[in-house]
């Protein structure tokens, strides 16, 4: 199984400032053919579902705000928040599709400093 | 607007069967792969099982195969788990989840419902 290793586990940011969570894949989740990498990361706001954020590690979801951007390739990924807004604060999730079974990150809690 | 609607949980005893629902609404249910992810009190993610838009295509995870089946009927829109043999690390909020893509698979999932909880405890 692909182990998908986050960090860190919990970071507390300033409002207006940027926040930077890491994601590592134990193999990399590169398909060489089409140059994608098979990574999403997630957003989970207290007491609802997960929302998609990025897919392909840089494509944004429809409707997601610009300031959420997915950067990476191969096993090391980030997911960059830049000029952090107060309904930011969640846990945020990796996850690869590389192959079955589908894996998550631990999570990365980000609270506002 | 895309509705996924679960339920089912509740309390079970372990060794128990329960069998979860999801109802779609607001989109071609018959379009897209589904699957089942569950989260744990507390926890993080951990991906269950999921079945192709047809359901001939289906995986589980290595702590649920053998025990756990997921069905869906496309006439009634709805996706199924049925999970026997409950123990008590099973307990978890289970969502039902959409895959990213019409017509075939990415395998990243847009859209969630809000989940149910399954408690498995005697």
């Known amino acids: 199984d692909i182990v998908m290793t986050q960090s860190p586990d919990s970071l507390a940011v300033s409002l207006g400032e940027r926040a930077t969570i890491n994601c590592r894949s134990s193999?990399?989740?590169?398909?060489?053919?089409?140059?994608?990498?098979?990574l999403a990361w997630y957003q989970q706001k207290p007491g609802q579902p997960p929302s998609l954020l990025i897919y392909?590690?840089?494509t944004r979801e429809s409707g997601v705000p610009d300031r959420f951007s997915g950067s990476g390739s191969g096993t090391d990924f980030t997911l960059t928040i830049n000029t952090l807004q107060a309904e930011d604060v969640a846990v945020y999730y990796c996850?690869?599709?590389?192959?079955?079974?589908?894996?998550f990150g631990q999570g990365t809690r980000l609270e506002i400093k | 607007h895309v509705q996924l609607v679960e339920s089912g949980g509740g309390l079970v005893k372990p060794g128990g069967s329960l069998r979860l629902s999801c109802a779609a609404s607001?989109?071609?249910?018959?379009?897209?792969?589904m699957t089942w992810i569950r989260q744990a009190p507390g926890k993080g993610l951990e991906w269950v099982s999921y079945?192709?838009?047809?359901?001939?295509?289906?995986y589980y995870g290595d702590s649920v195969k053998g025990r756990f089946t997921i069905s869906r009927d496309n006439a009634k829109n709805s996706l199924y788990l049925q999970m026997n043999s409950l123990r008590a690390e099973d307990t978890a909020v289970y969502y039902c989840?959409?895959?990213?893509?019409?017509?075939?698979?990415?395998?990243?999932?847009?859209?969630w419902g809000q989940g149910t909880l399954v408690t498995v405890s005697s």
């Open positions: 607001g989109f071609t249910f018959s379009d897209y792969y």
């Open positions: 996850q690869q599709y590389s192959e079955t079974p589908i894996t």
């Open positions: 079945v192709s838009s047809s359901g001939t295509i289906i």
């Open positions: 392909w590690a840089s």
């Open positions: 989840a959409r895959d990213g893509c019409s017509g075939g698979s990415c395998y990243w999932f847009d859209r």
């Open positions: 193999q990399s989740v590169l398909y060489s053919p089409s140059n994608k990498n098979f």
